[in-house]
């Protein structure tokens, strides 16, 4: 094993978040299930887009937020998603490189537009998303630098890359790469009904060792083992995972690795805004620390810092150094 | 007089926003004017896009904030605006009726792309903005629909339509219809830099009777008389036009007619984030409450009330109900 190139290879889908601040009733209304990824068609996105308030744009996808974030903190790493040769995906490109992030997936020439998510905000900082999976769909092995996941310490992806096709063989020949070379593999569970939509298949990401590190809120957790209670869950996640993350909004976040379970409480907040990139900028802290050989603890209070930025202000990317934010606190 | 279509027709740059933030340094790096609007040309829009650090797209345009703010104060207000048929123009367009205005420019064909504003948010949370024209450039006296300007109370213009070179016939033609329909016509300066641009011709727009109502912050006054007393530029101003308006940032805001000065201050506020829109917001609060039969000082009270909304978040247009902001201060 030979020195890193980045501490973190992250891997999604390349999305340009609409947000627009909206009432509870207009989400029943749209028939939107509140607090989830929902997927819609191109169709229902021109509709949708017709039917919401003013709004802003700004770079969003789970794994790229959690790039930004690791950039932010002084990390080095790569990124790999898909746009199209569109307006959108020169905003994506321009700010994720802005960050720090390297990036240089070659863009879809034609046929689909980038992806877009047009994001609710409800007077409680709920976000509810409404995703249209454009060039997204695109990405598939073709795309994966062999070089850059060799000789990244982690290899990270988020669940949601089960929804477009080819993506699954990226990330299934990604995994075995990274463990080839002895580097780590790491995945989000995304979103409880993208859960529900591949249990068996991440469970048998992560029964196979093909994933090292599982980041999950408690509702993803529940969701993955089908059950209302947490301690069940995280009983059978010790089994699954050698390393486990799960985020509790205000509660905090829980370590679960074979031996223990540990409890570090979240970061104290003025406002709460904006939840959405709550679970991406955790997952951004803690594999910051983590390849930067911080105890697990101080992981998630790195993970439990940058979430706490994140929820304070629209958007889903940080708009305050992590690495300045770090230091203010200590960590 | 029949009944009015509007309350306000505002005529502006329609413009997409492209909001990140910058050290002091990165500005006298690269050149550009603290707290002005600089104009730039594709290439420079080009070179600095690729300088500017990971960025938030949103509407903006200052008539266009401006009628934005009368509508989320409830009123009924139009804007005319080019964009041209490009992501950036559908943005502009969507934002703009998404908030209650009546807009229907035709847009550019074809030829340059929506004009954008790449605009760098300081520490002290001073805006400097970076403006390449686009399709406004093509902004003419085609454009103005004379039954909208007929039946609005008062038809409003931003300085800022004296750089591209069509517009100015454009609103000369607009004041002439609102005035022979017994309307009143409103401008703000928009720029100390513009105001010595075109200081002649704002001037002569004044004094001809042309315009009934200016807008500026103590800066632009001063540079309109060219002198440093503020006392000086008000007494010149309350010859030159029956009514004006002079913002003064943290210290309020002036209303200045024949016969008499009134002060009023500024409304509190937690934390000054981003100044983008300050003054396009009073002008917002100001033509909402005069179109409304209010007094002249709660006209003020009004401006700054909407002032002070936007300067706390990032982005020049309101993300509160400026009707509900005003139902809770008493106004």
């Known amino acids: 094993m030979t020195g890193n190139t980045h501490d973190v ?14 009432e509870d009733d207009f989400l029943v209304r749209e028939g939107i299930v509140k607090g989830a990824m929902n997927l819609i068609d191109a169709e229902r996105a021109e509709a949708l887009y017709a039917a919401m308030g003013p709004a802003i744009e700004t770079s969003g996808g789970s794994a790229g937020n959690t790039a930004a974030g690791i950039a932010s903190f002084g990390g080095k790493v790569g990124y790999i998603g898909k746009v199209a040769n569109d307006h959108l995906g020169e905003i994506f490109r321009h700010d994720i490189k802005a960050i720090g992030v390297d990036y240089d997936t070659e863009p879809l020439p034609e046929g689909v537009p980038t992806a877009r998510s047009m994001i609710f905000v409800t007077p409680d900082g709920e976000r509810s998303m409404n995703t249209y999976l454009g060039a997204c769909i695109e990405l598939g092995p073709s795309d994966i630098d062999t070089e850059k996941v060799k000789a990244a310490a982690i290899t990270y992806f988020e669940g949601y890359l089960w929804d477009p096709a080819a993506a699954k063989d990226a990330i299934r020949q990604a995994a075995s790469i990274a463990h080839e070379a002895d580097r780590k593999v790491a995945m989000t569970l995304s979103d409880p009904f993208c859960v529900d939509r591949y249990r068996d298949e991440f469970l048998e990401l992560m029964r196979s060792g093909a994933v090292d590190i599982v980041f999950a809120n408690e509702v993803e ?3 993955l083992y089908q059950t209302a209670s947490l301690d069940s869950a995280v009983a059978a996640i010790r089994e699954d995972c050698a390393l486990s993350a799960i985020t509790m909004s205000e509660k905090g976040s829980m370590i679960v690795t074979r ?5 570090v409480p979240a970061h104290p907040i003025d406002n ?7 679970g991406d900028l ?34 889903p990317r940080p708009q305050t150094s992590l690495a300045d934010l770090a230091k203010q606190s200590g960590l």
């Open 259 to 263: 031996e223990r379970t540990g409890e």
């Open 282 to 315: 955790y997952a951004a802290g803690f594999l910051y620390g983590l390849t930067h050989g911080r105890e697990l603890d101080d992981c998630a209070r790195l993970g439990g810092l940058a979430a706490s930025e994140v929820i304070q202000h629209i958007g």
């Open 9 to 22: 290879l992250a891997i999604g889908n390349a999305i340009v978040d609409i947000i627009a601040q909206a």
């Open 221 to 223: 957790a529940k969701s």
């Open 272 to 278: 709460l805004v904006d939840t959405t990139g709550a």
